[in-house]
Every structure is written in structure tokens, then in C-alpha cells.
T-cell receptor
Framework: AQKVTQAQTEISVVEKEDVTLDCVYE???????LFWYKQPPSGELVFLIR??????QNEISGRYSWNFQKSTSSFNFTITASQVVDSAVYFC????????????FGSGTRLLVRP | DAGVTQSPTHLIKTRGQQVTLRCSPK?????VSWYQQALGQGPQFIFQ???????QRGNFPDRFSGHQFPNYSSELNVNALLLGDSALYLC?????????????FGDGTRLSIL
């Protein structure tokens, strides 16, 4: 079975603080893809990053960084120097090679950045 | 370059009615997937259409059906609506040949059942 767990339901930080969103996944596939999406109040899911199971390099994109660790089945997302515009719901998702385009989403983490 | 467009934006129906939601994929994409997102939850996969056929289906009853047209646009139909069908319905498009590429999502249709 495939599963994604985002244990943090809601996080509240003050602007300029760093924040890490946790994601733990379960899959029996040896090849799979992990994704992070951002969902602002408008509803659209905005793609942030994709990582395949063979690439464990961490990635940094501006204030965003991702830490992928196969040993702990985790794919955590850190926002450095958070801004009010970062407020949204963030979803981690998994896609296995046997499931075509089906994405398995976690329940999401609502991030509130206060000024 | 137009992204994924969905219509209508909002819809209110009553129990027992039927509804049709529409989706136009991003330009160049040939595969459409539909997801249901209940309030406070992550999206749940309903089904995926490619080459005008349903290729994969999630754990949803037969009341949920769909269609894909030759221009790759798609419809989601739900019959005998239940209160529990109230949700945000998201359409995502992708290119079949590029499995490792992310799906692109529309803004969704918010369906309320009274």
C-alpha cells in the first residue's frame, strides 16, 4: 500500500522565521516520485518540486529547500525567512511506477505566517 | 499558454440530482485526471482519462463517471448526489509520454450539496 503522512495539521510562525514541513511516505515500489504542492485560498494546486527515488540530493530554490532521506522515508520541506505570502496549505504527494499518473496526497499542512 | 481551466467555479445542487463538471487541459497535454478534495483533506484520485478511455480508477462508486473528448477536454459526471459529495473537484492534466513530469492542476469546481 502507498501512503503519505503529514503529521503537522497546522503551523503558525512569525514572519522571517524558518519553518519545516514534515512528510513521511510508505511505498513498496523501488522507483517512485515525490512532490510538494502549495494550495493558496484560490484552490489551485501549485507545483513546487519533484524528486525521484534515485536522487537523494537536497535541493535549494531561493528560500525553499527540500531534504529527501530514503532511510527514513521522509521528504521534508523548509522555508527560510518565511513571508506572509507563504501562507497556504502545503501537500506532499507520492506517485509509484505502477500507478500511472495517480498521485497519493497527504492530508496537508496549513501554514500561517503572521506579520 | 493557457493552463488547466475548469468550469463552473461554484455549483450548488440538491441531493439526488446529477452534475457535470468540465475541464480543459493545459495546451499540449493529452491526459486528464480528476480528484476530489473534501474540506480539510488532501485530494483523492477519482480517475484518469487518456485516448478517450478511462485508464485508471480510484476507490469511487459508479455514480462517478467521466468522458474525454477528441480535443482532450474532459467531463466528470456525478449521479444521485449525496451530501458527502460536497467537495472541491480538481482536474489535472499531463503528457502521457512524460511520466516523470508533474501534473498541472486547475482552480477546481467547488460543489455544494444541500
Amino acid at each position: 500500500a502507498q501512503k503519505v503522512t503529514q503529521a503537522q495539521t497546522e503551523i503558525s510562525v512569525v514572519e522571517k522565521e524558518d519553518v519545516t514541513l514534515d512528510c513521511v511516505y510508505e511505498t513498496r515500489d523501488t522507483t517512485y516520485y515525490l512532490f510538494w504542492y502549495k494550495q493558496p485560498p484560490s484552490g489551485e494546486l501549485v507545483f513546487l518540486i519533484r524528486r525521484n527515488s534515485f536522487d537523494e540530493q537536497n535541493e535549494i530554490s531561493g528560500r525553499y529547500s527540500w531534504n529527501f532521506q530514503k532511510s527514513t522515508s521522509s521528504f521534508n520541506f523548509t522555508i527560510t525567512a518565511s513571508q506572509v505570502v507563504d501562507s497556504a496549505v502545503y501537500f506532499c504527494a507520492l506517485r509509484g511506477m505502477d500507478s500511472s499518473y495517480k498521485l497519493i496526497f497527504g492530508s496537508g499542512t496549513r501554514l500561517l505566517v503572521r506579520p | 499558454d493557457a493552463g488547466v481551466t475548469q468550469s463552473p467555479t461554484h455549483l450548488i445542487k440538491t441531493r439526488g440530482q446529477q452534475v457535470t463538471l468540465r475541464c480543459s487541459p493545459k495546451s499540449g497535454h493529452d491526459t486528464v485526471s480528476w480528484y476530489q478534495q473534501a474540506l480539510g483533506q488532501g485530494p483523492q484520485f477519482i480517475f484518469q482519462y487518456y485516448e478517450e478511455e478511462e485508464r485508471q480508477r480510484g476507490n469511487f462508486p459508479d455514480r462517478f463517471s467521466g468522458h474525454q473528448f477528441p480535443n482532450y477536454s474532459s467531463e466528470l459526471n456525478v449521479n444521485a448526489l449525496l451530501l458527502g459529495d460536497s467537495a472541491l473537484y480538481l482536474c489535472a492534466s499531463s503528457l502521457k509520454a512524460s511520466f516523470n513530469q508533474p501534473q498541472h492542476f486547475g482552480d477546481g469546481t467547488r460543489l455544494s450539496i444541500l
